[in-house]
Nanobody, 115 residues
Framework: QVQLVESGGGLVQPGGSLRLSCAAS????????MGWYRQAPGKQRELVTS???????NYADSVKGRFTISRDYAKNTVYLQMNSLKPEDTAVYYC?????????WGQGTQVTVSS
């Protein structure tokens, strides 16, 4: 039911930073959990990070200390701040909303980390 649109992807050098945005069609206040997944060519889609309505966050070991998920309720937007980017972070990043009706997905935004 909720529509999600990702933005902010692009090309960045190793060690650089990007901030991804996920704009929702409505209020995100009551969504039980939202998160970011990524999928690299030839690999399975994997969970990068998630945040619950209570503010609990979870991060994949590969991004701990480098990525931060946050929410802006006024803008109905979830962000993914990515610092110290590595080539292995290259993937299409998808925003996800885990609602009582099921999962909703954005269209994805490409992140490429290369020198």
């Amino acid at each position: 039911q909720v529509q999600l649109v990702e933005s902010g992807g692009g090309l960045v050098q190793p060690g650089g930073s990007l901030r991804l945005s996920c704009a929702a069609s409505g209020s995100i206040f009551s969504i039980p959990a939202m998160g970011w997944y990524r999928q690299a060519p030839g690999k399975q889609r994997e969970l990068v990070t998630s945040i619950t309505s209570g503010g609990t966050t979870n991060y994949a070991d590969s991004v701990k200390g480098r990525f931060t998920i946050s929410r802006d309720y006024a803008k109905n937007t979830v962000y993914l701040q990515m610092n110290s980017l590595k080539p292995e972070d290259t993937a299409v990043y998808y925003c996800n909303a885990d609602t009582v009706s099921g999962k909703s997905w954005g269209q994805g935004t490409q992140v490429t980390v290369s020198s």
